[in-house]
């Protein structure tokens, strides 16, 4: 026997579609490999951490993004305009194309110091006025 019908069966219907809409892109996303590896780093997009020679190191939201740039880039220089848009495309919040590029610029520059402080030296290289790389080995 069927049980009645919800005064909420339209409602009910539309959850269980937008549920399963969901829950499959869900399915979509996970089926990509969950780590981005190169050399002697380790990038977890799960735990948002970056492993280097199997020592975990916390990195900001930022500071994140920018390594993973850098280890797609895989050895090779990253430009600065890369990452610039890249960065520019996370903080839309800012209003003026002037000041937009300016902060944007110190943002990267002061998350690169942070993350060459909390590696250490000898990993993260800088090409002048171009952009930087990761050092493999």
Request: aromatic share 24%; proline share 8%.
């Given at each position: 026997r069927r049980p009645p019908r919800?005064?909420?069966?339209?409602?009910?219907?539309?959850?269980?579609?937008?549920l399963k809409a969901l829950l499959k892109r869900e399915k979509r996303e996970f089926s990509f490999s969950q780590q981005l590896t190169f050399g002697r780093f380790k990038l977890d997009y799960l735990g948002n951490e970056l492993y280097v020679e199997n020592k975990c190191i916390v990195l900001s939201k930022t500071e994140f993004q920018i390594m993973e740039l850098l280890l797609k880039a895989k050895g090779s220089v990253c430009q600065n305009k890369v990452l610039y848009k890249e960065l520019r495309a996370k903080k839309e919040k800012l209003n003026y194309e002037r000041a937009q590029k300016v902060n944007i610029e110190r943002i990267l520059t002061s998350a690169i110091l942070s993350i060459k402080q909390k590696l250490g030296e000898g990993y993260i290289g800088t090409v002048k006025r171009v952009g930087y790389y990761v050092v493999s080995d």
């Open positions: 919800s005064t909420l069966f339209p409602y009910t219907t539309l959850f269980r579609s937008r």
